[in-house]
């Protein structure tokens, strides 16, 4: 059995997701030896899209460079081919149209939002994991790794990590990045626990691409190629194009008034029911044209996700000792903010600045243990990162109420509508990242001061 020793923090990474693949590679780019553990058999995400906050990429750019490079590899900016870059989100009443809009686009346009520089790009997710993976080392990752249960023998030893293959492993802490039925976060609150676990919202998303040459003839360029969110009663659509601009990707918010068993919580059941066009088409019967035609667009078969989060339940703390939660595994949120795995990127930037502290802590300091200095670093992520990350979860909700017409405050007054999302999404997106990198070095150099 391998003792802790003063040399190099060795790190596991239970699960080779988005936050899990950036986190990694911030922990290499500052010589962290890391480990991926990852229980699908290679990396994989889904065929939808995904987009990220102008903070998001400013966040990834301070992980490490290459993984903007990743996201510009396959990001798509709004516009047309030709036309100047648009960064811009548009808010449109799906349900009641006005054939004579500004925008010559048969439903009115409620207001803009501007997104930041290349904010909220679109991203086909699987293309964007696939750029990812070319910078981690094979070194660095196992499949078919599912993780089960930690055994911590002491200030002294390192982790045990146990599989479910039998195989186990060591490290000097675990960042759980394990998603949104993690089983770290278990480890970390305890199985008895309700904060352990992801609770249905009671929304669904429809999700699907489709190739841009069927949408343009159908609903026109602008529409086509600019990210656009139709609201309406109790329900919304939003779409913008991935993929060079080859597909659209559209995502379908509908309420689901019956329970959706999340099954065995140490599984991994699929989220999703096979759903079709015409249930879509029921949802959002008598809402405008362009919604209408967007959704004969969608194929005959379609998946329907449900939305979990942690609103009901959130988790009082992300860190036990040297064990620590980031991205859903901390905090999963509706996506109404499209800002999940952008704050997961804040987690994983939050964790590399840290543990770059600690190892110089090892390396300048004989007398400082490893268990000492890394529960110090993640004390410090557990004082920092909670309160903005759990805002989220909570805004996510709110904010789709807004989208939906029936937030108590907003309600269909849609000045005060566009002013509740501003709000909401400015305090997302102008973060103070310096702020947040001040606080995490002030807060360790205050435990071990350099
Ligand atoms: P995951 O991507 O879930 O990865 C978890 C990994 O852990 C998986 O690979 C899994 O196989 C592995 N794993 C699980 N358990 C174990 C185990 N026991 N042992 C080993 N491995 C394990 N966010 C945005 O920022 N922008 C958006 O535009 C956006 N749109 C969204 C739209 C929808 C409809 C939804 C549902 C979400 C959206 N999100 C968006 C949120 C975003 O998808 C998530 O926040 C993000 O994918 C979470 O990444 P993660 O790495 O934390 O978890």
Known sequence: MAS?????????????????????????????????????????????????????????????????????????????????????????????????????????????????????????????????????????????????????????????????????????????????????????????????YPYFTHKVAYRALIPMERVEPVIGAFKAYNQHMHTGPRAHILHFPVSGGKLLNVVAFAAEPADWPLGDPNGVRNMTSPATRADVAAVFQGWGPTVTKIISLLPDDIDKWAIFDTYDHPAPTYVRGRVCLAGDAAHAAAPHHGAGAGIGVEDGLALCTLLEQATATLSSQTNATTGAVVEAALQVYDAVRPPRSRWLVQSSRSVCDVYEWVHPETGEDWDKCLAEITARSHRLWYFDIDGMLKELRDGYESRFPP
Request: proline residues 5%; aromatic residues 8%; glycine residues 10%.
């Open 4 to 196: 802790q020793n003063a040399g190099k923090l060795q790190v596991a990474i239970v699960g080779g997701g988005i936050v899990g693949l950036i986190t990694a590679l911030g922990l290499l780019k500052r010589n962290i030896p890391v480990k991926i553990y990852e229980q699908a058999s290679s990396f994989r995400e889904i065929g939808a899209g995904v987009a990220f906050t102008a903070n998001a990429l400013q966040c990834m750019a301070l992980v490490d460079p290459v993984i903007v490079d990743a996201v510009n590899a396959v990001a798509t900016q709004n516009g047309q081919e030709g036309a100047p870059p648009n960064d811009y989100l548009r808010y449109h009443d799906g349900y009641n149209w006005d054939p004579n809009d500004i925008e010559g686009s048969d439903d009115k346009l409620l207001g803009l939002l501007y997104s930041g520089y290349k904010g909220f790009q679109g991203c086909h997710r699987a293309a964007l994991l696939d750029e990812l993976v070319k910078y981690i080392p094979s070194h660095a990752v196992e499949f078919r790794k599912r993780f089960t249960e930690c055994k911590d023998r002491g200030p002294n030893e390192r982790l045990l990590l146990q599989f479910s293959d039998g195989t186990s492993a060591e490290a000097d802490l675990i960042i759980g990045c394990d998603g949104i039925k993690s089983k770290i976060r278990q480890l970390v609150l305890g199985p008895e626990n309700p904060a352990s």
